[in-house]
């Protein structure tokens, strides 16, 4: 299969490409050795989907950090690992919107046992996936989103909500050069709901959409983004000139719990 001439940039999956990230597949029944890596420590992790059961290592580069989510604060949630050079390139957009600095580049599921292959790339899945990580399903609107807030808050009382909100955005597998990817973004505003960050793969924290624009409303924010071209090169099989723009599209809302919620 032809591969664009340029790597492909992902959000949420590990690119082929960033071996840092890669996880370390072991025979079966055979459990992590004193093997080094380039990695200070490996959780093992078992994954059941999909099958067979394998034992995989997930290489983390710091300790996992959580963090309560209180507004647009990027160098200070998780001690800076958002905005920091050293631990910035292991948090993806899944770590962020969860506050938690997993250090892992960490993916829906799959410390619950799961693994995201094309089959599974699409919102109910890894919307599924987020859930069994401790993420609830808040809607697919503004205004379920807005009585699933109303719903929590009568249920805690005067304490008002204990978590935060993301938005879940899906770009679905297209032709033999895009295989997919997911985007989270983080609500900063948990009265109105208007005020929106994300972390696009390792790259820093902001609060504009892939346009340049803020985020008020994930669900009409510009998550588009060129890829670059396809197949520059003449002289190869496939030669296309053209630039892949990929799109990513707005599924779901959900909701992280300031307790409950375990990813790597």
């Known amino acids: 299969m032809m591969q664009p001439a340029r790597h492909l940039k992902f959000s949420g999956m590990i690119a082929p490409q960033d071996q840092l990230h890669q996880v370390i597949h072991l025979p079966p029944g055979e459990m992590l050795s004193d093997q080094q890596y380039i990695a200070p420590n490996l959780v093992t992790v078992i994954i059941k989907n999909p099958p067979p059961t394998q034992t995989i290592g997930v290489p983390q580069y710091s300790p996992t950090v959580i963090a309560k989510s209180t507004g647009y604060d990027p160098a200070g949630d998780c001690n800076g690992n958002f905005m920091s050079a050293k631990f910035q390139p292991n948090n993806n957009c899944y770590a962020y919107g969860c506050n938690i600095s997993s250090n892992s580049f960490p993916q829906p599921g799959r ?18 996936f987020a859930e069994q990580d401790g993420l609830v399903f808040a809607g697919k609107s503004t205004g379920e989103l807005a009585s699933f807030a109303q719903k929590r808050r009568a249920q805690l009382g005067a304490g ?65 983004v060129n890829q670059g071209p396809i197949q520059p090169d003449k002289s190869q099989p496939g030669f296309n000139p053209d630039d892949m723009v990929v799109d990513y599209v707005f599924y779901c809302f959900m909701y992280v719990p300031n307790e409950g919620v375990d990813i790597i």
């Open 160 to 224: 008002g909500l204990d978590g935060h909100f993301v938005a879940l955005m899906i770009s679905a597998p297209s032709g033999q050069y895009w295989p997919g990817d997911y985007h989270w973004a983080r609500c900063d505003d948990n009265v109105n709901f208007s005020s929106w960050s994300q972390k696009d793969g390792g790259d820093q924290v902001t609060n504009f959409d892939f346009a340049g624009n803020p985020i008020t409303n994930p669900a009409t924010a510009n998550w588009s």
């Open 111 to 128: 410390l619950s046992g799961n693994l995201i292959t094309a089959s599974t790339l699409n919102g109910p899945s890894v919307a599924n």
